[in-house]
């Protein structure tokens, strides 16, 4: 991507390098709590790293979820800085292109904070560390990255490149979207009246899905606006959805059948197909779609 003299956002919080703590708790998923692009993609490294597949049946409807802390030192790194730069780069464009967005629609746009973060961090929605992923709590009205996660992407799921780097936050960004427009809360109502977890997990999949959408929508405007994506862009970010679906990261983890009511994120094809919707149409209405449709059809 093309970002060479773009505004960095007011919006950002860098607490690199605060205090940290092992195996923290975090609440997931309902009642205010996170939402992460990297649940299951934590239960799968976990699984490579130690053969415990336990974490791999978590999901965002659980209560709490305990991952070991990981180390992340980034404090006074030039690696990590850039990154941070393009972070806040990301996050600028995003305030740009929602704030239009809600404008045209007669609605004011509430910019969310984003928090960067190496170890472990508290949040309105509890403590998380370094291995729980980027997250949104809506708790706070605040999204979480450690940096570090971009290196993940690239070493262990093969994801790489500045536009599925900027997916990551757009996505959690998207959740905010969710969040401010109510259809966060009224998904969430209905998952603490469902009456199993393969029920709530289907309403999850359209959590994450919408959040996709929402990335691909800002990634149209970006590009429209400042041309700003390099040839391979969009192909590398559509991968890393490719990378990131439930159905892949069970196949990566071992899995000998893929368990689909364990789904919370949706399948490599849901999230490529609702991502490169967004990116190729900017059409904000064609997200109601995937509130409605058949599961058939997502």
């Not at 439930?246 to 999230?271: M, V």
Request: charged share 20%.
């Amino acid at each position: 991507m093309r970002l060479d003299g773009r505004r960095t956002s007011s919006n950002v919080e860098d607490r690199r390098g605060g205090s940290s703590g092992s195996g923290m708790r975090m609440s997931t998923g309902k009642k205010g709590g996170c939402l992460s692009i990297i649940l299951l993609i934590v239960g799968a490294l976990w699984y490579f790293k130690t053969g415990d597949a336990s974490l791999l049946s978590s999901n965002l409807g659980g209560d709490t979820q305990v991952i070991e802390q990981t180390s992340s030192k980034t404090t006074g790194n030039k690696q990590s800085d850039e990154l941070a730069t393009f972070a806040s780069r990301i996050l600028a464009s995003t305030e740009d292109v929602w704030t239009s967005i809600f404008q045209q629609n007669g609605m004011q746009y509430k910019q969310p904070k984003m928090v960067i973060f190496s170890d472990a961090v508290n949040t309105g929605c509890g403590s998380a560390t370094s291995s729980t992923g980027p997250f949104y709590c809506s708790a706070d009205e605040k999204l979480y990255l450690d940096l570090t996660f971009f290196q993940t992407m690239k070493s262990q799921l093969g994801a790489d490149g500045d536009l599925a780097y900027a997916y990551v936050i757009a996505h959690e960004v998207g959740h905010h979207i969710e969040y401010l427009t109510g259809v966060l809360s009224k998904l969430h109502r209905q998952m603490d009246q469902c009456r199993t977890e393969a029920e709530a997990n289907k309403i999850s999949v359209r959590i994450e899905l919408l959040a996709d959408f929402y990335a691909g929508i800002w990634g149209y405007y970006e590009n429209k606006t400042f041309k700003s994506f390099e040839d391979g862009d969009i192909e590398k970010a559509i991968k890393c959805a490719h990378q990131i679906g439930d159905d892949y990261l069970q196949k990566s983890a071992g899995y000998k059948r893929i368990n689909a009511e364990a789904f919370t994120h949706g399948t490599s094809a849901q999230r490529m197909k609702w991502l490169k919707l967004g990116l190729t149409t900017g059409d904000i209405s064609k997200g109601n779609t995937i509130l409605t449709c058949s599961e058939s059809e997502l």
